[in-house]
């Protein structure tokens, strides 16, 4: 379960980021995550709400989006979406493609 230890992330990233700007109240947390991340956003909220239970954060909302796979092709230099987990250029065919986000 890595949710916990990305959730430890967010909270000590956010904290710092609160402390450096002089405190206030936080109503939100966005955060993206790519499909290949392999994290299962309801572990993440709950591990988010356990960790800031108490906390200044604790009526904070972890606001998960999940962003889809995008790669880019090596040889047309095309950006795009990747279906499934097939990594073909849908310009020119080509399989040499990098993953760019996702």
Same mark, same amino acid.
């Given at each position: 379960?890595?949710?916990?230890?990305?959730?430890?992330?967010? +909270?000590?990233?956010?904290?710092?980021? /609160?402390?450096?700007?002089?405190?206030?109240?936080?109503?939100? +947390?966005? $955060?993206?995550?790519?499909?290949?991340?392999? +994290? $299962?956003?309801?572990?993440?909220? =709950?591990? =988010?709400?356990?960790?800031?239970?108490?906390?200044?954060?604790?009526?904070?909302?972890?606001?998960? @989006?999940?962003?889809?796979?995008?790669?880019?092709?090596?040889?047309?230099?095309?950006?795009?979406?990747?279906?499934? /987990?097939? =990594?073909?250029?849908?310009?020119?065919?080509? $399989? @040499?493609?990098?993953?760019?986000?996702?």
């Amino acid at each position: 379960m890595h949710e916990l230890s990305i959730a430890q992330n967010i +909270v000590e990233i956010v904290g710092d980021s /609160l402390s450096t700007n002089g405190g206030g109240k936080l109503k939100s +947390v966005k $955060v993206r995550i790519g499909e290949l991340a392999g +994290v $299962v956003p309801d572990s993440l909220e =709950f591990c =988010f709400t356990a960790i800031t239970r108490g906390t200044t954060m604790e009526d904070a909302k972890l606001e998960i @989006e999940r962003t889809g796979i995008v790669g880019r092709c090596a040889d047309c230099g095309t950006d795009s979406a990747v279906e499934g /987990l097939v =990594f073909r250029c849908p310009v020119c065919g080509s $399989v @040499e493609m990098k993953m760019t986000s996702g």
